[in-house]
């Protein structure tokens, strides 16, 4: 009792617990659903979830040439009398000059994303135009076509053209303003279920035995390995053992500031290894630069600074983010000469908040 008592008195001190120092936040953050609103509304830097857009539309942009086909759309979309296994029978490819336009306006919603420009509409014709085609071939399914779907459908209820983007140029009220902390929430508890959920799928007694995927170590990329292994040892203990722990707990070591280096090192070696081995597209370079969305908000800032001089003219102004309306504020986080924004109960906030309760 006298344990609990002084970790209330330290909080009300403003002196951050041990909770506090791991997570972020402190029981009382979580103790009733107002203040857990308040937490997931908490204002945050926007420098990290701009970065996210900026390589994901870069990445997108890049994808629709080749899994997404493009440059091989008038052999895929030529034939309307070739068998389509669609998700729903009533969806059909349209003639093949509209399915031009739908790549075309998947590419130009992609840039405009990169770039921050008409974010919002730019976000929903790419998850329209994506999702259409997605659904419109069950035979293409594979499961990072379902990330880069979500990830779409995740960034468009986000405030990422709130740093660096035309939208910010536009319009000033926006630009390098605060984002509620809901926003990195959502992103990281999805990435970190694509590696928990891959960790999970590698419990059965096949992959655990090492049957699942056999001389694979054969390939160049595992030559340091095979220094001090047999590729059978290599097979077993490094892509059977090693991918079954690295799924599993990655997603925590990434979330954690002491073990985060750490699992940046492994974790990019490995997604590096896979854009070797495999033909699997922007996948690994998806997955190494959303590693960035567990880092502090503010990194960008760091790394923007020691560019050269003459790129400043290219670069955000280094201010303090402002006070915005999607956020929730104490007097002491807001000047007393500035009005406290509201932040409104919007329909995007309500279904997040629903979204992140039912991860956690």
Not at 91 to 114: G, H, V
Not at 332 to 339: G, R, V, Y
Request: net charge neutral; glycine share 4%.
């Amino acid at each position: 009792m006298a344990h609990s008592t002084r970790k209330h008195q330290l909080a009300q001190l403003g002196q951050p617990g041990m909770m506090k120092l791991l997570l972020g936040f402190d029981w009382v953050d979580i103790s009733s659903w107002p203040a857990f609103v308040k937490l997931l509304n908490r204002p945050t830097d926007p420098a990290s979830l701009g970065m996210l857009r900026i390589f994901y539309g870069l990445l997108m942009f890049m994808d629709i040439l080749q899994e997404r086909g493009l440059s091989l759309a008038d052999v895929k979309w030529g034939n309307l009398d070739e068998c389509r296994f669609p998700l729903f029978s009533f969806l059909k490819p349209l003639a093949l000059e509209w399915m031009f336009m739908i790549y075309l306006s998947l590419w130009i919603s992609s840039l405009f994303i990169m770039l921050g420009l008409w974010y919002r509409g730019s976000c929903l014709v790419y998850c329209v135009c994506y999702w259409y085609l997605f659904l419109l071939d069950k035979t293409s399914w594979n499961n990072h076509s379902y990330l880069y779907g979500l990830l779409a459908i995740l960034l468009l209820v986000t405030d990422a053209h709130r740093f660096w983007s035309l939208d910010g140029c536009r319009n000033k009220a926006i630009q390098n303003s605060h984002v509620p902390l809901w926003n990195y929430t959502l992103l990281r508890a999805q990435v970190f279920l694509v590696y928990f959920i891959a960790g999970l799928k590698k419990t059965d007694l096949e992959w655990l035995g090492g049957h699942s995927v056999t001389s694979l170590s054969s390939h160049w990329a595992f030559t340091p390995f095979r220094l001090i292994l047999s590729e059978s040892q290599t097979d077993y203990y490094i892509v059977h053992l090693g991918g079954f722990l690295l799924d599993l707990t990655i997603g925590f070591f990434l979330f954690f500031d002491v073990s985060r280096s750490m699992a940046l090192f492994f974790c990019t070696s490995f997604h590096l290894m896979n854009s070797l081995i495999f033909h699997i597209g922007m996948f690994p370079w998806v997955m190494i630069f959303t590693q960035a969305i567990f880092f502090h908000a503010d990194w960008p800032w760091k790394a923007l600074a020691h560019l050269p001089s003459w790129m400043k003219m290219f670069l955000p102004e280094n201010d303090l983010p402002k006070p915005s309306a999607h956020c929730i504020y104490t007097k002491e986080e807001i000047k007393p000469d500035e009005p406290l924004p509201a932040a409104p109960v919007t329909l995007f906030t309500i279904i997040s908040h629903l979204y992140v309760c039912v991860l956690v």
